[in-house]
């Protein structure tokens, strides 16, 4: 990777492969952090762009800067200004320069590089993450279509592989059970048991399937009105279960009781009730939540979780499936943008200019007839000399090296000095 020989593009970075969760967490930055962060960064001159993307599982620092070195100064710097050991963090983090940099991006933002493979919030996240640097005025032309490209990446392998197609999670699967047994899941009741972590990660997700009657049931009425509160949806007490049952149409149990809060008996009388309409139960329990029996009653469908286990991993190795083929779309993508990168050397494009202003010269010249063309043809290439000059020495005496780049990506364009040579 040439471009721009004073310029280096890299990554710093403390992720799920390699941080201890502790250390994780002292790098994991808000929304308002990054700002900061991204200002202090400006504010000390040790890069002359950077883009900052940081999740739950990653905190990366995307840079452009001066050296060899730079690496090594943001370690410092994160270090300073988080409070963290600089050897813990040089142990525990990762580095990547030029196009390995690129390729990390573009794998973030494909989902190849996720705990759970495909995962589809880090696409947003990325795409905040730009949102973010633009604001902050950190992020210019390389950053800009370095994540632009990684982007379009992360949608392409989205939309024409199914590495996201087939849920991971518990949760998730079970939305999509039930969506299939009843075919219109935002119409249906959804009666949760338990506010805990997994409860309430189920109700998001229904709410995401467009659920918008959750009812929440849970010991402690404080923590159930919490989760309903961001799902919109209602909280009733434990021991009204039973006779909730038959306006539910969606059961799902995540408390853990030591004895099943829904029993054949109950079903039996709920379904009575419902004139035989259908119920589904997803028992996400351990000990179980929902009485194994409740399956023999007729119309009644009974997930557990060893039925979920099963669907996760089959739907892992769906996803393992379509690697190669995101592999594929990452490497034409990650071409196109070292590609372009590659030509931001400003001697090969003084060259290419000089190059495409002589043959706008021998151009206009070849029209005149041959004694006058021998005549003007000092003057034509004096000029073309004076117009090559001043950018020349303005490009060369350039010391930030993004103002370098933005500059000769104008010239480039303005002088289409990417066209192939058929001008396609």
């Known amino acids: 990777m040439n471009a721009a020989n004073d310029a280096r593009l890299f990554v710093v970075g ?40 940081s ?82 005025g950190t992020s210019r032309v390389v950053l800009h279509r370095l994540f632009e490209s990684a982007m379009r990446t992360g949608k392409r392998v989205r939309t024409e592989t199914e590495i996201a197609a087939h849920p991971l999670s518990i949760a998730s699967i079970g939305v999509e059970l039930a969506d299939k047994v009843f075919g219109d899941l935002a119409r249906r009741t959804i009666l949760v048991l338990g506010a805990g972590e997994t409860g309430a990660l189920f109700a998001r997700h229904a709410l995401e399937a467009g659920v918008r009657d959750l009812r929440i049931a849970n010991r402690s009425v404080e923590r159930a009105e919490e989760v309903a509160r961001g799902v919109g949806g209602r909280v009733l007490p434990l021991d009204s279960v039973p006779a909730e049952l038959s306006s539910a149409d969606v059961v799902v149990g995540t408390t853990a009781s030591p004895r ?48 979920l286990e099963e669907v996760a991993a089959e739907n892992r190795r769906r996803r393992v499936r379509e690697v190669p083929r995101a592999e594929s779309i990452l490497e034409e993508e990650l071409g ?46 004096s000029m073309v000399a004076k117009l090559l000059h001043e950018p020349m020495r303005r490009l060369k005496s350039e010391e930030d090296p993004s103002r370098k780049l933005e500059r000769v990506e104008a010239i480039r364009h303005l002088f289409d000095l990417d066209r192939r040579p058929d001008g396609e």
């Open 14 to 53: 403390w992720d799920f492969r390699g941080a201890a969760e502790a250390v994780r967490a002292r790098v994991a930055l808000s929304a308002e952090e990054v700002r900061e962060g991204l200002r202090k960064l400006a504010g000390v001159g040790l890069v002359a762009e950077s883009v900052i993307v």
């Open 260 to 307: 099943p809060l829904v029993t054949r008996k109950d079903v039996e009388a709920a379904m009575r009730q419902r004139r035989g309409r259908p119920m589904f139960f997803l028992d996400l329990a351990m000990p179980r939540d929902i009485d194994p029996e409740v399956r023999d009653v007729y119309n009644v469908f009974l997930y557990d979780l060893d039925g």
């Open 55 to 136: 999740t739950c599982h990653r905190s990366e620092f995307y840079s452009l800067a001066q050296g060899d070195h730079a690496g090594g100064d943001l370690t410092q710097f994160v270090s300073e200004w988080r409070g963290l050991d600089r050897a813990v963090l040089e142990s525990s983090g990762f580095r990547r320069f030029g196009g390995e940099a690129a390729r990390h991006l573009f794998r973030v933002a494909a989902g190849l590089d996720s705990m759970a493979l495909g995962e589809s919030e880090v696409l947003g996240q990325v795409r905040q993450a730009l949102s973010i640097a633009r604001e902050t």
């Open 336 to 381: 196109r943008f070292l590609s372009w990168f590659g030509n931001l050397s400003v001697v090969p494009t003084l060259t290419d200019l000089k190059r495409r202003l002589e043959e706008l010269r021998d151009g206009e010249l070849a029209r005149l007839p041959a004694e006058e063309r021998e005549r003007l043809r000092p003057l034509a290439e």
